[in-house]
């Protein structure tokens, strides 16, 4: 400046030394730059304002101006501060705002809240810059039951403060009105309803008065709190579900004891006890009756056991299926096989549309599907007339159907045969034992493999149950040779 | 002397008829009750056993120990009982090594056609494999490369041939469909299945009288496929 003194009056100088304080308001702090202002004009003051090398100022003027200059650089100084002070709050809300927004979206994506534990407590330590502790109770109650520790340590008082917190749902610690004197942050992990997890956060002195900082944290805790009440109350949801299907699987089992075990029971004893106690008065024909009386028997009230149990696993909540490429031809042809044995006559008969495209479904389902069904049907209609085994496609589906000439079912019962532990018919119409176990078995393994089975009357007489399955289309690549060897 | 045929299962009632059954057929048995008493047997009189029975569900664990115990040192034929028709502890019992498996409650006649099937195999995995086979007019000359059907010969592309081998190695055992695709196009096509579905069809369009009711290729749903033993020629 002294470079330009004598080419420039004062009044262009003084407006240079006000241009440098702006400048350098733009990075000090607003204490700084006031300070360094007020410098700036008692240095020009003692340079240039006559008389020359002392503070004293001569002119009415010249005061008036050293004091614009000052009060300027100051209005600046002060506006840049408070600018910057809410460019920062404005980052820091930003940067609170995506620690909010990558908590919550990394507890939508997780199966359990749990496994975001320490996507929790890293953040928390990233604001506080110490160890954060996190508290969280057993799955069953969520005030009562067993707490662990998932992060961290606590003392035995800080352990009991969680605790606390955990039935109150109130914050303790610094600036809280609770527990004034500890020096950390309890904070809850509020739901709706309760608190389900709690966090020890130690805060110095600086970062406890900070108010916004410990709603931040309590907001990030609460969105682990609403994670964990949603978690809890699917599991209980779950629970409740697994025990009525329990209380289910049980009323099944005793109906199918009380319904379908006892006459097959009762034939089986009959003929045994009669093999056992009359054996010298039975001639080897009447013997033989017997012994294979006990044989049927028994194979019908095995196949009536794997229904009620098959039936009662298909409905669980859990059920896991395994899934393969399978081929109808396959399916049809080993439930032939097994067929035949209890149809000597060869009644059925398979027609089965060529080029069929493989399912994709669970083999082990369809065979004892089409089993229930065959047999249903060779029992119900008369001997010597054919049981069909029919399969197509039509509008990107499969249609397996079983069809007989015998009576076929009353319009009422249509839907009823479906239900376990009904025949289609009035008690005097001779219907056989367990069969609407079996119908409630084939519709559940329709149903899981993604298909439906239902009835309608044969054209001409009989009955026709149809299952519908989806067709998927098969992996890209086609089959190869083998590579030679 | 007598085939021994070693029978482990818990059930007193179920042992005591098996082991009636068994031995009106002019077998030898030693019975265990317990996985503690098989492994006592398996280390005494484990030599001298030809075939065994062996129960999944022991009091004290399960059977399986005893079947990874006896394939760790002896090639002696094992027939899995089990209590649950499950078609996955079945696949991986007959990868661990199971030549067979019956789910209760079964038939006398079905237990002695499985016997009769693993002891014919008996010791197969260290001779030379089966060569030859023949069933229903089905004649398969595997060291020949050469299937004739009723005296004809029958065309098989290169796989189709892999594949009706494999099988015919272990006729009247079921193979997991693991083991086909392993041996037939090797370990990285495990997962597809549905090339066996393909060129089983197209081998029972060849080989079959009628391929929608095989008697030649059977399959085990869900499973695996099991060629019918050798028979006579007719």
Known sequence: MSLLDGYLDLANLAILLVLASALVSLSLSPLASLCSSAMAILAFNWAFVSPRGT???DLREQVLLLITMLAVSWIVALLMGRQRALAHEARRHAQQADQLRMLGEALRDARAPLEQVDLLGETLEQLTGGPVTLLIPGQDTPANGENRLLRGRASIDQYDGLRLIL????????????????????LPMRGRTASFGAALLPVTDEIARSLPLREHAQALCDQMGLALERAHTLYLARTAHAEAQLQGLRNTLLAAIAHDHRTPLATILGAASALLEQNERLSSDQRQRLAATIVDEAQALT??????????????????????????EEIVGSVLQRVRRRDPERRVQA???????????????LVQLLDNLLDNALKYSDAGTAVEVQARQENGRLLLAVLDRGPGIAPEWRERVFTAFERGGAPDTAMHRGVGVGLALCRAIARVNGGQLYYRPREGGGACFECSLPLTPLPPHRPHEAPHS | MSLCVWLVEDDRDLRATLREVIEVEGYRVITSATLADAQAVLTHAGAGIDLVLLDLGLPDGEGEAVLALLRRERNVPVIMISARDDDGQKIRLLDAGADDYLVKPFSVGELLARMRVALRHRGTRLQAAVTHYQRNGLEIDLAAHRVALHGETVHLTPTEFKLLARLARSAGQVVTHRQLLTDVWGNEFVEHTHYLRLYMGQLRAKLEADSAEPCLLLTEPGVGYRLMEPGNAG
Do not use: I, K, Y
């Open chain 1, 167 to 186: 039935t109150t749902s109130q914050a303790m610690g610094p600036g809280t009105g609770r527990h004034e004197e500890q020096n950390a942050w309890f």
């Open chain 1, 303 to 328: 196949r009536l056991t794997d229904n009620t149990l098959q039936l009662a696993r298909l409905d669980s909540p859990d059920l896991e299926l395994r899934m393969d490429w399978e081929s109808l």
């Open chain 1, 55 to 57: 503070l004293v100022v």
């Open chain 1, 351 to 365: 027609r089965l549309a060529p080029g069929l495209p493989l399912l994709r479904c669970n083999a082990v389902l």
